[in-house]
Every structure is written in C-alpha cells, then in structure tokens.
C-alpha cells in the first residue's frame, strides 16, 4: 500500500521559504515519479513540479527560478525548496506517486 505523508507547511511572510517534504512508503521512488500540486481555495489544482525516477525534473512556469524539487531514493523522500514565496503561492501542497496521493500540507503566505 502506497503511503505519502506531506510535511513542513505554514505560515510565511512574503518573500520567506519553506522546504516542505514528502515522506513515501510502498513505493520505490527509483522507479516511480513523484508530483506536487497546489490547490488555493475556490481554485483548481495546478501541477507545481516532478521529479523522475532517475532525478529529471519539471516545473510550472511560476515555480521555475523560485522552486526546487529533490530526492533521496535510499530514504524514500522528496522535498520541494520553495524560495522567493508570494501570496499567491497560498494552497494547500500535495505530492501524488503509483496513483497516491498525500493528505497534504498547508503554505500561507502573508504579511
């Protein structure tokens, strides 16, 4: 059984960082990729960043320059380094892998 586990959301000021991370078990991170979206309130989902099995990655238009997504396979996590944060990155963070999804992570981003 798949299992992800978000962590490391809360509440910044523009312009802060938050590292958030995302904690699998059941899959093999080597041979799976791994997603986060975001969702606002009242708003879609919008796909952030992905990282593959073998480390390739891929980012939304207003993640790129600001966000970075990495892995460790051996301790089965993948983190997303969020720098440079705005108001409009307030969502609630998922990562999604093998057709699981985690509970979550909220970022607020405020002054």
């Known amino acids: 059984q798949v299992q992800l586990v978000e962590s490391g959301g809360g509440s910044v000021q523009p312009g802060g960082s938050l590292r958030l991370a995302c904690a699998a078990s059941?899959?093999?991170?080597?041979?799976?990729?791994v997603i986060w979206y975001r969702q606002a309130p009242g708003k879609e989902r919008d796909l952030v960043a992905t990282?593959?099995?073998?480390?390739?990655?891929y980012y939304a238009n207003f993640a790129k320059g600001r966000f970075t997504v990495s892995k460790d396979n051996a301790k089965s996590t993948v983190w997303l380094q969020m720098n440079n944060l705005a108001p409009e990155d307030t969502a609630v963070y998922y990562c999604?892998?093998?057709?699981?999804r985690g509970k979550g992570t909220p970022v607020t981003v405020s002054s």
């Open positions: 999604f892998a093998a057709g699981a």
């Open positions: 990282i593959g099995p073998t480390g390739g990655t």
């Open positions: 059941g899959v093999t991170l080597s041979t799976n990729a």
